[in-house]
């Protein structure tokens, strides 16, 4: 077990129930909108994956595990990170809040004893995407979208579940599309690269854009 993360699993019962081990930890750290937010997307990403085809247990897990990173304060994010060796881009040390992505794949794998590529895969891009990215990567970044509130990410996600009515690739889409759209010059670079894979994927003029970026 790495140093870094004695302290935060001190006095939490793991059973081997991937769940509840989870809610354990979110509990004893006094996580508990991050235990809520954790059991919708998981919810979410269990009804998605059966539609699609895939395992639900896989998108259920994965939704559990996404925001364990979380459980540290957001000012302990970059030294966490540096602590347990993860590479740390520039947008990454401006924003450490992004960090928590590469946090949480890693607690997946040294904590929660979790050996499933695909689903360290989706923990550890649920927040930015990538480029290429397999079914349950696309799965937990829509899930996880899609349990946001408030009026002013309301037309992001009725795009996003009409996408889902066509395809994985047409739900990520419209999210990527209002990132790049609202923020092309500060975008973490697996998201600009996955908005250019999409894009290039899907076609511009499907959205109703022109020119190549």
Known sequence: ?????????????????????????????????????????????????????????????????????????????????????????????EKPVLLHQKLSRDMAKVIFKIADRDILSAIGCHTTLKEKPAKLDMILFIADKLSWEGEESLNVRQQMEKGLERGLEWAVFPFLKHQYNHNAHHLHPMTLKAYRYFRRKLGGSSFGESGAN
């Open 1 to 93: 077990m790495k140093d870094v993360y004695l302290e935060i699993i001190a006095g939490c019962k793991f059973t081997g129930d991937i769940v509840e081990d989870v809610c354990n930890l979110f509990r004893l750290r006094g996580c508990e909108d991050l235990l809520e937010h954790s059991a919708t997307v998981a919810r979410g990403a269990e009804e998605i994956a059966r539609n699609f085809g895939l395992a639900g247990e896989k998108g259920l897990m994965a939704g559990y595990l996404h925001d364990t990173g979380r459980v540290f304060p957001s000012s302990q994010y970059l030294k966490t990170a540096e602590a347990i060796g993860v590479e740390i881009l520039p947008l990454e040390r």
